[in-house]
């Protein structure tokens, strides 16, 4: 009975970030580098108040929008961080991780044969959300741009399909900023325009050169922006499930539909934690930063000593060299250099078409399995 399986679901593939981890696996003695997975642990006081909430029973369901607290201490923080304002009452929603919040507001706000503007190369998560909603992707070349979304690209991609711009800064897999003047350029392009935005800022408290700026700051782009974002990196929560929502309250309440029904609520517990991380723990995302500050400058360092082109991560954990002068695909690229080199990456194609010729490699590793990671992959080239 397969043939009734909903077609769109049927023809979607699994990420292939994971295949690729799920194939290093199989090589016990290879460094992986494969996961967008902070190497740190949750801070203590985060797990103390998750299990001080279960010692108190807090284990029952909570607002579909989530604990009231919680979403006054997620606005607060907004503010505090980023000079963006949202009501905890009517514009902010606690989601299961940003992939729910992300699933949410595509399901709002698009239709059948909607277009999205999607920047390649990008997280592969996008694009079968968009499909399942009968929408259509459309990609924006930014391979020549030093990854960067500009006014004129967008301003060519669209048409009257044109229903969202999804912009994630900083960028999954390339780790590039936009910033606050690439941003306002976009602004002014989208002035005039009932196109939605969806500004994915999960990295947001990863930047390392610059601070961070969100296209919902600019005042004719806030009633059109939803912003997302969540703890699973700044706060090295990824199995703890927050996210958020922050939009304007006649998208909210539409949303908050699609969420209700979708999970209820996002788990107790969570959110208790979630609370301790956005009251005592506003700066815990300092010394993860400086960490990996340390390890892009010796990634990158590395990398061009070898011969890679690189174009330098201004945030996240992320690095995307360029491998088109050594004439292998980046599937086969990165299928040798673990047979033979023993270390793990994605291959760009696994963050669209657009990544084809590029590789990408998480630094969220100890500096140690950096260091033997670039002596193997050094020895590999040297194969080439």
Same mark, same amino acid.
């Given at each position: 009975m397969e043939h009734l399986l909903n077609q769109r679901v049927r023809d979607i593939q699994m990420s292939g970030i994971r295949k690729f981890a799920m194939i290093a696996a199989e090589y016990t003695d290879a460094i992986s580098l494969t996961l967008g997975q902070p190497d740190f642990p949750t801070p203590q006081h985060i797990k103390t108040a998750g299990q001080t909430a279960i #010692? @108190? @029973?807090?284990?029952?369901?909570?607002?579909? +929008?989530?604990?009231?607290a919680l979403r !006054?201490?997620?606005? +607060? $923080?907004l503010d505090t961080k980023y000079g963006l304002s949202y009501s &905890?009452?009517?514009?902010?929603?606690?989601t299961n991780g940003a992939s729910e919040a992300l699933d949410i507001a595509l399901r709002t706000i698009l239709a059948e044969g909607s277009e999205v503007l999607l920047p390649g190369p990008i997280y592969p998560g996008y694009e079968p959300l968009i499909t399942m909603?009968?929408? !259509? &992707? %459309?990609?924006?070349?930014?391979? /020549?741009?030093? $990854?960067? %979304?500009?006014?004129?690209?967008?301003?060519?991609?669209?048409?009257d399909q044109t229903r969202c711009l999804i912009l994630p800064s900083p960028s999954n897999p390339t780790g590039v900023v936009q910033d606050a003047a690439s941003l306002q350029e976009i602004a002014e392009v989208l002035r005039e325009r009932d196109v939605f935005v969806i500004s994915d800022e999960i990295y947001s408290e990863l930047l390392y050169e610059s601070t961070h700026a969100s296209i919902a700051s600019i005042p004719h782009m806030r009633d059109k922006t939803i912003v997302i974002n969540g703890l699973s990196k700044s706060h090295s929560m990824t199995g703890w499930r927050i996210g958020f929502t922050f939009a304007p309250e006649y998208i909210t309440k539409q949303m908050v539909k699609v969420h209700q029904y979708n999970a209820a609520c996002a +788990?107790? %517990?969570?959110?208790?934690?979630?609370?301790? #991380?956005?009251t005592g723990g506003l700066d815990d995302a300092s010394p993860m930063r400086d960490e990996y500050r340390k390890r892009r400058d010796f990634v990158c360092e590395r990398l061009v000593e070898m011969g890679f082109d690189v174009v330098v991560p201004g945030g996240a954990f992320y690095i995307f060299p360029s491998i088109k002068k050594f004439g292998l695909s980046s599937f086969d690229f990165a299928t040798r250099l673990l047979e033979q080199g023993r270390v793990a990456v994605v291959p760009g194609v696994a963050f669209s &078409?657009?990544?084809?010729? $590029?590789?990408?490699?998480?630094? #969220?590793?100890?500096?140690?399995?950096?260091? /033997?990671?670039?002596?193997?992959?050094? !020895? $590999?080239? !040297?194969?080439?």
């Amino acid at each position: 009975m397969e043939h009734l399986l909903n077609q769109r679901v049927r023809d979607i593939q699994m990420s292939g970030i994971r295949k690729f981890a799920m194939i290093a696996a199989e090589y016990t003695d290879a460094i992986s580098l494969t996961l967008g997975q902070p190497d740190f642990p949750t801070p203590q006081h985060i797990k103390t108040a998750g299990q001080t909430a279960i #010692a @108190n @029973n807090h284990t029952s369901y909570t607002p579909n +929008a989530g604990l009231p607290a919680l979403r !006054k201490a997620a606005s +607060a $923080f907004l503010d505090t961080k980023y000079g963006l304002s949202y009501s &905890p009452d009517t514009e902010i929603i606690v989601t299961n991780g940003a992939s729910e919040a992300l699933d949410i507001a595509l399901r709002t706000i698009l239709a059948e044969g909607s277009e999205v503007l999607l920047p390649g190369p990008i997280y592969p998560g996008y694009e079968p959300l968009i499909t399942m909603c009968g929408a !259509k &992707p %459309v990609y924006l070349d930014t391979t /020549e741009t030093g $990854f960067r %979304v500009t006014g004129d690209m967008v301003r060519q991609a669209l048409t009257d399909q044109t229903r969202c711009l999804i912009l994630p800064s900083p960028s999954n897999p390339t780790g590039v900023v936009q910033d606050a003047a690439s941003l306002q350029e976009i602004a002014e392009v989208l002035r005039e325009r009932d196109v939605f935005v969806i500004s994915d800022e999960i990295y947001s408290e990863l930047l390392y050169e610059s601070t961070h700026a969100s296209i919902a700051s600019i005042p004719h782009m806030r009633d059109k922006t939803i912003v997302i974002n969540g703890l699973s990196k700044s706060h090295s929560m990824t199995g703890w499930r927050i996210g958020f929502t922050f939009a304007p309250e006649y998208i909210t309440k539409q949303m908050v539909k699609v969420h209700q029904y979708n999970a209820a609520c996002a +788990a107790s %517990v969570s959110q208790y934690a979630a609370l301790e #991380a956005l009251t005592g723990g506003l700066d815990d995302a300092s010394p993860m930063r400086d960490e990996y500050r340390k390890r892009r400058d010796f990634v990158c360092e590395r990398l061009v000593e070898m011969g890679f082109d690189v174009v330098v991560p201004g945030g996240a954990f992320y690095i995307f060299p360029s491998i088109k002068k050594f004439g292998l695909s980046s599937f086969d690229f990165a299928t040798r250099l673990l047979e033979q080199g023993r270390v793990a990456v994605v291959p760009g194609v696994a963050f669209s &078409p657009l990544g084809e010729g $590029f590789i990408r490699i998480s630094y #969220a590793a100890s500096m140690e399995q950096l260091q /033997e990671a670039m002596e193997r992959l050094a !020895k $590999f080239m !040297k194969s080439l």
